[in-house]
T-cell receptor, first 116, second 112 residues
Framework: GAVVSQHPSRVICKSGTSVKIECRSL??????MFWYRQFPKKSLMLMAT?????????EQGVEKDKFLINHASLTLSTLTVTSAHPEDSSFYIC????????????FGEGSWLTVV | GQQLNQSPQSMFIQEGEDVSMNCTSS?????WLWYKQDPGEGPVLLIA?????ELTSNGRLTAQFGITRKDSFLNISASIPSDVGIYFC????????????FGAGTILRVKS
């Protein structure tokens, strides 16, 4: 099946710094990717929709200047957490929409961010 | 807005038993997706359903897309310890750019 790869799987950063998480669709082109945040034992919370070649669409309550999303190519979207704070520590997951091979959405492995 | 009601919230079963969980919606979906998430991992697609009434199997897993397109169930037969995890139903909302709407998840624990 289709594969979506996320990197890094775990990252620790200091408060005030920025960290970038990459999401790649490995064997299909994804015009649309999604970024989620997940809290322990909770369902995924959609943060934003990333569209190739255009600005991301953010969900209500998500700060676009804090969570910068860039979908520069059909296989890569990046989420940059700027000026990170401890409360940004979380599990971030991306997904990619495979329109061609089955109109299905595949998820990355997730990235654990710890801000110290 | 559209939402999916998933039940049960959790299950604690004996190894070898069959498991059934379901999702319902007040709105029609054109696609139903079932995912499993292991702790600390991203959700993995188990089964995708595209047609009303469709019954699809993937090994010991069987899922059906309800005829009204407002519900779906997932069955796991002869459960094993590695079936432990959280199972989510989800459906893309076409008019919202295929954003996924999720069920709250079913936590499955298996006693060996």
């Amino acid at each position: 099946g289709a594969v979506v790869s996320q990197h890094p799987s775990r990252v620790i950063c200091k408060s005030g710094t920025s960290v970038k998480i990459e999401c790649r669709s490995l064997d299909f082109q994804a015009t649309t990717m999604f970024w989620y945040r997940q809290f322990p034992k909770k369902s995924l919370m959609l943060m934003a929709t990333s569209n190739e070649g255009s600005k991301a669409t953010y969900e209500q309550g998500v700060e676009k200047d804090k969570f910068l999303i860039n979908h520069a190519s059909l296989t890569l979207s990046t989420l940059t957490v700027t000026s990170a704070h401890p409360e940004d520590s979380s599990f971030y997951i991306c997904s990619a929409y495979d329109r061609v091979s089955g109109n299905t959405i595949y998820f990355g492995e997730g990235s654990w961010l710890t801000v110290v | 807005g559209q939402q999916l009601n998933q039940s049960p919230q959790s299950m604690f079963i004996q190894e070898g038993e069959d498991v059934s969980m379901n999702c319902t919606s007040s709105s029609i979906f054109n696609t139903w997706l079932w995912y499993k998430q292991d702790p600390g991992e991203g959700p993995v697609l188990l089964i995708a359903l595209y047609k009303a009434g469709e019954l699809t199997s993937n090994g010991r897993l069987t899922a059906q897309f309800g005829i009204t397109r407002k519900d779906s169930f997932l069955n796991i037969s002869a459960s094993i310890p590695s079936d432990v995890g959280i199972y989510f139903c989800a459906g893309p909302v076409v008019e919202y750019g295929n954003k996924l709407v999720f069920g709250a998840g079913t936590i499955l624990r298996v006693k060996s």
